[in-house]
Every structure is written in structure tokens, then in C-alpha cells.
């Protein structure tokens, strides 16, 4: 089946720039996102790029998109303790809300 | 504008018994989606609703699990003899509309524990 896979933890230090990398399979996806889970609450959508797109920036965050080897990239930068959760890539088609996420990416930033 | 409602947040049953869980979808939102979290994993499709349809079941196990999403009323995820395999965090998500980019919100999802 598809897959979505993305390393699981990643420390940075505030004020540094943190990237989270995810690959994919499903080589139909016309959208992906970057959502952020904090501990015992629900999924909130951070940004979200369409696949003709290579990059799109939305304040502190850049998402870049390599089709061609199917990887998304999201770049926060200047890294704050608030930052620190869970970051889930997700594909999508165009014509549903049905996901595939990946197994989600742990950023710890140290004070 | 009241987000995608999940309840009970937090649940405890036994195994055999059944748990049922709600979703009333934002408002205007007539599609909903529920997922499966499972301890240290990313969130797995089950199930899509309309109203009154179930439009895509691919995602969901094919005995004691059922959902509904009545004309009235919130969308309810059954799991009848409840197995300590089942205990995870069921999100809800709801949009206005098929599939568009960014319309898709999700709750704070019910946090189901088997004993």
C-alpha cells in the first residue's frame, strides 16, 4: 500500500532552524501537509502544499517539495520552546479527506 | 465557531464491552472522517461519512467496528467486545465539502483504554 515515512525525533536548540523530512510513495498525491500534534490534544494544520508547487512559505515555516524523489521537507525557523510537539506529513488526493500520514516526527527544542 | 466536538474525551472499558464514541462536525460541515491512533503511530483512515451514507469503509476492521452519520445528530464510531488491541485515540474530522485542501479539521479525539 502507500506509505509515508518520516524520521521519528529530532532535538534542536531555540532560535536554531529545525527541518522535518518525510518521503512518500503514492506518486498521485496532490496535496501534502504538515500538521502538529501537542501532547493529549488533536491535529492542527499547520501549512499544506499543492504538488505542482516546490516550495511555499508561510511566516517562520518553509515547505519544499521534491517530486521527483518524493520528499517534503518543513524548515521552522527560529525554533521556539512552543514549537515542541509532533509533526505529521499527510498526502491527499484532490477529491477526499482521506490521508495517509506518516508515523510523526518528535521535535524537542532545548532552551 | 465551535470546532469538530469530540466526546467522551477519555474512555475505560473492559474487555467485552462496547464503547461508543461521538463527533458532531463543525458547523456546516457535512463530511466526516474518523482515524485510528495507535500508541507511537501516525493516524490511520477508517472510515468517510456524508450524511446518511457511508462513502468509504476501506480503513475499517470488518467485524465489531460500525459508524453512522445520521440526517440528525452526531456521527458515532461503535466498537462492540471491546479488545485491549482497540485501546488508542480516535480523531474526527469534518469538512464542508469533498476533499479540499485546507478544509479539513480535526478534533481533539477520544482516548480509549481496554482493561
Known amino acids: 500500500g502507500e506509505d509515508v515515512e518520516q524520521s521519528l525525533f529530532l532535538s534542536v536548540r531555540e532560535g536554531d532552524s529545525s527541518v522535518i523530512n518525510c518521503t512518500y510513495t503514492?506518486?498521485?498525491?496532490?496535496?501534502l501537509y504538515w500538521y502538529k500534534q501537542e501532547p493529549g490534544a488533536g491535529l492542527q494544520l499547520l501549512t499544506y502544499i499543492f504538488s505542482n508547487m516546490d516550495m511555499k512559505q508561510d511566516q517562520r515555516l518553509t515547505v519544499l517539495l521534491n517530486k521527483k524523489d518524493k520528499h517534503l521537507s518543513l524548515r521552522i525557523a527560529d525554533t521556539q520552546t512552543g514549537d515542541s510537539a509532533i509533526y505529521f506529513c499527510a498526502t491527499g488526493s484532490s477529491n477526499t479527506g482521506k490521508l495517509i500520514f506518516g508515523q510523526g516526527t518528535t521535535l524537542q527544542v532545548k532552551p | 465557531n465551535a470546532g469538530v466536538m469530540q466526546n467522551p474525551r477519555h474512555l475505560v472499558r473492559r474487555r467485552g464491552q462496547e464503547a461508543r464514541l461521538r463527533c458532531s462536525p463543525m458547523?456546516?460541515?457535512?463530511?466526516v472522517y474518523w482515524y485510528r491512533q495507535l500508541p507511537e503511530e501516525g493516524l490511520k483512515f477508517m472510515v468517510y461519512l456524508q450524511k446518511e451514507n457511508i462513502i468509504d469503509e476501506s480503513g475499517m476492521p470488518k467485524e465489531r467496528f460500525s459508524a453512522e452519520f445520521p440526517k440528525e445528530g452526531p456521527s458515532i464510531l461503535r466498537i462492540q467486545q471491546v479488545v485491549r488491541g482497540d485501546s488508542a485515540a480516535y480523531f474526527c474530522?469534518?469538512?464542508?465539502?469533498?476533499?479540499?485542501?485546507?478544509?479539513?479539521?480535526f478534533g481533539e479525539g477520544s482516548r480509549l483504554t481496554v482493561l
Open positions: 474530522a469534518s469538512s464542508p465539502r469533498e476533499g479540499r485542501a485546507g478544509e479539513l479539521f
Open positions: 458547523k456546516g460541515h457535512s463530511h
Open positions: 503514492d506518486s498521485s498525491s496532490t496535496y
